[in-house]
C-alpha cells in the first residue's frame, strides 16, 4: 500500500491485448488527474494509402490493416465500395459473407477468451499458467477455435487475410460438399462453445459499471453481423451513411489517435457489450437460453462480463453457420460485376471488436479519391480511459504494481484492437 | 513421409517486418524447380500463437522465418527456439518463446524447430524491405531449403 499522494507508474508492455499501445495514468494529490489510451492509428495510413487504387483494391488492402480481424475490413470495404457503385449482391453472396464473419468471430472470440482473458479472473499470469494447470480447458479453446479457423480456410482461401473476397462477392464459391465436414465439425464445436459460457459465467466479476451510450448495428429478424443500421441506447438511429454526420471524430493533444464521440452526446460504447445490449433480442433460442442461464439479463454494464458476452455471441455465430450450411446454395456466379461510377459509398459491419465504418469517394475513372476508415477500438477509447479514470480512482490504495496489474485486466475487457491501430501497449500510471 | 512447415512470420505492411512473408513467397517461386522443396507446406502467419501452434503441429521439421531488432542491420541468425516463456509484449500479446512454451506445455512441438531470424532496421508505415534486409532473403531462403530437405 502506498501513501503518497502523488504517483507514476510505469510498466513497458501491456500483455495480452491485440496489438500494442501506450497508456498513462497521471495521479496528483490523490487525485486522477488524467487518463489517456494512445493508440497510434494505421487506419490513417492506409486511408491514405488507398487513394489512387482501383476501386476494387480496398477489400485486399484493409484486409492487412488487422491479422485478427480482417473479414470485418474486407466486408465494410466491399459494402461501402458496393453502395458507391449502386451494386446489392444477391442473397447467396451475402449468406456466405456471414458465413466467412461467423468464421472471424469465433477465432477472434475464442482467442480473446482463452488465450488473453480468462486468465485474468482465475489468477494465472498468462494462458501459458492456465495450460499447466487445466490443460483440458486450453485444448478446449484450441479446438474450438480451429473451428473458426477451419470456416475462414474454407471460405477466405486461407484463415489469416483471407484471400478470396472481391468486390461483388468471391473468386470462387465452395461446392456443397466442401462445407459437408465443416458442418460436423461446427456441430462439435457448439457443444464446447455452450460450454464456454457455463465456464465464464462462473467467473467472480468486479462490481464496476459505466453508463456511456453504446452503439451498435441493428437488423431485425437476426443478430446483426455483417448489414444493418446504426441504433445507440440513447435513442439514435440513422442508417450507416449518416455515420459522419453523429460520429465525430477529433485530434486530442496527447495522442495521434483521433477521439470519436457522438456529435452533441460525447462518449460511446461499441463492441460485445453494446451489440449484446442494443440485440439480444435477436439472437439465437439457444444463445439466448445461454445468456440467461448465465445471469446476463437484458444489458451488459459491466466490463467484467464481456467476457460472457463473448461466449454467448460465439455460441450464436457457431451456430448460425451451421443453419447457413444447411441452407447454403451455390451462387450461379461467385461474384456480381460491380462496375465503377463516380460516387461515395458507405458501409459497416460488426467486427469481432465493434462496428467498423469506411467510406470511400470514387472518381469516374473508378480510382479511390478518398478513404475513410473508423474502427472499434479507436471508437471505444475515449469510453475506456473514462472506465479507467473512474477505476483508478477506486483504488488508489493499491500499490503501485498491483494497481497496473487491475488497469491492464480492465483494458483487457474491451479486448482492443490496437493492432488495427498502433504497434506498442506501454502502460504509464504517473503520480506526481 | 515427413511434414515439413515453413512459417514466415511478418506483416508485410510494416516494411522490414514483412521478411517472414518475403521469404517465403521466395520459396513458394523456387519450389518451381528445387526439388528440395516439394511438399514443404509454406505459410505466412501474424504469429497469433494459436495459429502457429496449428500450422507447426504434427510436423516434423518446421522453420520459422522471423525480423527482429537489437542486432546488425541484415545480418540473420539460425536459433533452436527456447521452450521458455518471454515477457509477452509481441504483437499480439504471445512472443515466440511463449507460444514454444505453450505447444511444449500442450505436446504440439514439432519434432524439430528452428528459427531463421534477421535483424531488421526500418519498421515504420510502407510496403519494401530495407536494402539491408531484401539482402538477407536469397541467403536465408538458401537455409530454409538446406533445412526443409528431406532428412
Known amino acids: ?432 | 513421409m515427413e511434414r515439413r512447415v515453413v512459417i514466415g512470420v511478418g506483416n508485410e505492411y510494416r516494411r522490414d517486418d514483412g521478411f517472414g512473408p518475403r521469404v517465403v513467397a521466395e520459396l513458394a517461386e523456387r519450389r518451381r524447380h528445387d526439388p528440395r522443396l516439394a511438399g514443404v507446406d509454406l505459410r505466412v502467419s501474424d504469429g497469433e500463437p494459436a495459429r502457429m501452434l496449428e500450422a507447426w503441429t504434427g510436423a516434423d521439421v518446421a522453420v520459422v522465418v522471423d525480423v527482429a531488432r537489437g542486432g546488425p542491420p541484415g545480418e540473420w541468425t539460425e536459433l533452436a527456439l527456447p521452450r521458455t516463456a518471454e515477457p509477452a509484449t509481441s504483437g499480439h500479446g504471445f512472443g515466440l518463446g511463449a507460444t514454444v512454451a505453450l505447444a511444449h506445455e500442450l505436446d504440439r512441438l514439432p519434432r524439430r524447430l528452428v528459427a531463421l531470424v534477421a535483424y531488421g532496421v526500418e519498421f515504420g508505415f510502407g510496403t519494401g524491405l530495407s536494402d539491408v534486409v531484401a539482402a538477407a532473403v536469397s541467403p536465408v531462403a538458401e537455409r530454409v531449403c538446406e533445412l526443409g530437405a528431406p532428412s
Not at chain 1, 508492455?13 to 491485440?18: D, F, I, Q
Not at chain 1, 489517435?257 to 439472437?283: D, E, I, M, S, V
Request: proline share 7%.
Open chain 1, 1 to 432: 500500500m502506498t501513501h503518497r499522494h502523488d504517483r507514476l507508474i510505469d510498466v513497458p508492455g501491456l500483455a495480452r491485448v491485440e496489438g500494442e499501445g501506450a497508456m498513462h495514468v497521471r495521479v496528483r494529490d490523490g487525485e486522477v488527474e488524467d487518463v489517456r489510451l494512445e493508440i497510434y492509428e494505421p487506419p490513417r495510413f492506409f486511408e491514405a494509402f488507398l487513394r489512387g487504387r482501383r476501386h476494387t483494391e480496398p477489400p485486399d488492402i484493409t484486409a492487412r490493416i488487422c491479422g485478427i480481424c480482417p473479414v470485418a475490413y474486407q466486408m465494410s470495404a466491399c459494402a461501402a465500395i458496393e453502395d458507391a457503385c449502386g451494386v446489392t449482391v444477391p442473397p447467396t453472396i451475402a449468406a456466405l459473407r456471414r458465413l466467412l464473419y461467423c468464421g472471424e468471430w469465433i477465432e477472434s472470440h475464442v482467442l480473446h477468451i482463452y488465450l488473453l482473458h480468462a486468465p485474468d479472473f482465475l489468477g494465472y499470469d498468462s494462458a501459458l499458467d492456465l495450460a499447466r494447470d487445466r490443460r483440458d480447458l486450453v485444448e478446449r479453446g484450441l479446438a474450438l477455435k480451429k473451428a473458426g479457423n477451419d470456416l475462414m480456410e474454407a471460405i477466405g482461401g486461407r484463415a489469416i487475410h483471407p484471400v478470396n473476397v472481391r468486390v461483388g462477392g468471391f473468386y470462387r464459391t465452395p461446392a456443397p460438399a466442401d462445407l459437408a465436414p465443416l458442418r460436423e465439425r461446427l456441430r462439435t464445436a457448439l457443444d464446447q462453445a455452450l460450454e464456454t459460457v457455463r465456464w465464464v459465467a462462473g467467473f467472480e466479476f468486479p462490481p464496476f459499471y459505466h453508463d456511456h451510450e453504446m452503439l451498435a448495428l441493428t437488423e431485425p429478424g437476426r443478430y446483426a453481423i455483417e448489414s444493418g443500421s446504426i441504433v445507440t441506447t440513447g435513442g439514435l438511429e440513422f442508417g450507416v451513411r449518416y455515420f459522419e454526420r453523429h460520429v465525430v471524430e477529433e485530434h486530442v493533444p496527447h495522442s495521434t489517435a483521433l477521439h470519436a464521440h457522438l456529435a452533441g452526446r460525447g462518449r460511446y460504447l461499441t463492441g460485445p457489450a453494446a451489440r449484446y445490449t442494443l440485440n439480444q433480442r435477436w439472437l439465437s433460442p439457444l444463445a439466448k437460453e445461454a445468456a440467461e442461464a448465465a445471469g446476463l439479463g437484458t444489458q451488459c454494464r459491466n466490463p467484467y462480463r464481456s467476457i460472457v458476452v463473448r461466449a454467448v455471441e460465439t455460441v450464436y455465430a457457431v451456430e448460425e453457420a451451421i443453419r447457413l450450411i444447411d441452407a447454403y446454395e451455390p451462387p450461379p456466379f461467385p461474384a456480381v460485376p460491380v462496375p465503377s461510377r463516380a460516387a461515395a459509398g458507405y458501409g459497416a459491419t460488426e467486427a469481432p471488436r465493434g462496428t467498423l465504418f469506411h467510406r470511400y469517394e470514387l472518381d469516374a475513372d473508378g480510382m479511390v479519391t478518398s478513404a475513410r476508415i473508423v474502427p472499434p477500438t479507436a471508437q471505444n477509447q475515449a469510453a475506456v480511459e473514462d472506465d479507467l479514470a473512474r477505476f483508478v480512482a477506486g483504488r488508489l490504495d493499491l500499490d503501485d504494481h498491483l494497481l497496473t496489474h487491475q488497469c491492464e485486466q480492465a483494458i483487457r475487457n474491451y479486448d482492443p484492437c490496437i493492432s488495427c491501430a498502433t504497434h506498442f501497449l506501454d502502460l504509464h500510471v504517473e503520480r506526481s
